[in-house]
């Protein structure tokens, strides 16, 4: 199970190195239009395995308290939105077509802050892999290796086209491909560092494993409506936003049931 867990943590990041790994061979930076629609694509995702592989799995490890078996789901989103509140005040980033930082105030280049900004919505993807893992490594029975796998895959998947978003721009600001790329794949390295954290301490977080599970799907809605939304709608023709981030949520929530 170890070497499922290993794999599962490790998904999530190839996905990342692979999207960023686009900057090898495509010559130029990706579209506004693109952008938009692979923005769209990743919320999507990221709503889908909210519901499907976080809250809803722990409502049911809850459901021993009856009708109040809402409370940790609820107590733990809360608690998931205002931790990526605080980090989204503290930590400078710079989000996509915003001509303003966010954060403290910071000296750092454009092209570090859009790194962070990657970077702080990363955090709840890898939290959401670890919490999964550690659930289904404790004998959980609402978490299934195949609903972790989904979940590590659907991740994946979105974390594709951000390597993309990231690498392209770095390399058309200056930086070589090698560089541009690792700076791309680096972004999400927090993940799997964040993600085997958690399944470490997995015995010690299973009394409060609904919490973190609905904590890991508050801080994604966070993200998505904080950051993705606003840069799916930017611009024009933000119909292929809305229609990317409805086949994002289509997929993700197809692997959860097909897989889980």
Same mark, same amino acid.
């Given at each position: 199970?170890?070497?499922? /867990?290993?794999?599962?943590? $490790?998904?999530?990041?190839?996905? /990342?190195?692979?999207?960023?790994?686009?900057?090898? #061979?495509?010559?130029k930076e990706l579209g506004p239009a693109v952008q938009r629609a692979l923005t769209g694509f990743a919320g999507g995702v990221m709503v889908a %395995?909210?519901?499907?592989?976080?809250? =809803?799995? %722990?409502?049911?490890? @809850? $459901?021993?308290?009856?009708?109040? @078996?809402?409370?940790?789901?609820?107590?733990?989103?809360?608690?998931?939105?205002? #931790?990526?509140?605080? !980090?989204?005040?503290?930590i400078p980033h710079l989000h996509m077509y915003a001509d303003k930082a966010e954060g403290v105030r910071s000296?750092?280049?454009?092209? /570090?802050? +859009?790194?962070?900004?990657v970077t702080l919505h990363n955090i709840p993807e890898g939290m959401a892999v670890g919490v999964v893992f550690a659930g289904l490594l404790s004998g959980s029975s609402e978490i299934t290796a195949g609903g972790a796998l989904a979940l590590s895959v659907g991740i994946a998947i979105q974390n594709f086209p951000?390597?993309?978003?990231? @690498? +392209?721009?770095?390399? $058309?600001?200056?930086?070589t491909k090698g560089r541009a790329f690792l700076d791309g794949a680096l972004s999400g390295a927090v993940e799997p560092v964040g993600a085997l954290l958690t399944v470490l301490f997995a015995g010690a977080l299973v009394p409060? +494993?609904? &919490? !973190?599970? @609905?904590?890991? %799907?508050?801080? +994604? =809605? &966070?993200?998505v409506v904080e950051e993705l939304i606003p840069e799916t709608a930017a611009g024009e023709h933000s119909n292929v936003g809305v229609l990317t981030f409805s086949l994002g949520f289509t997929l993700m929530m197809a692997l959860d049931v097909a897989l889980g």
């Open positions: 199970m170890w070497i499922k /867990t290993f794999i599962g943590i $490790a998904i999530p990041f190839a996905g /990342t190195a692979l999207g960023s790994a686009s900057v090898f #061979f495509m010559k %395995a909210s519901v499907w592989s976080l809250i =809803i799995p %722990a409502i049911e490890q @809850s $459901a021993d308290m009856g009708r109040w @078996s809402f409370v940790p789901a609820a107590v733990g989103f809360w608690l998931g939105v205002l #931790f990526l509140l605080l !980090l989204d005040r503290v000296r750092a280049a454009k092209t /570090t802050m +859009m790194v962070l900004a951000e390597g993309a978003i990231i @690498s +392209m721009p770095l390399h $058309a600001e200056g930086k409060v +494993m609904p &919490y !973190l599970l @609905s904590f890991a %799907a508050g801080a +994604m =809605i &966070y993200v």
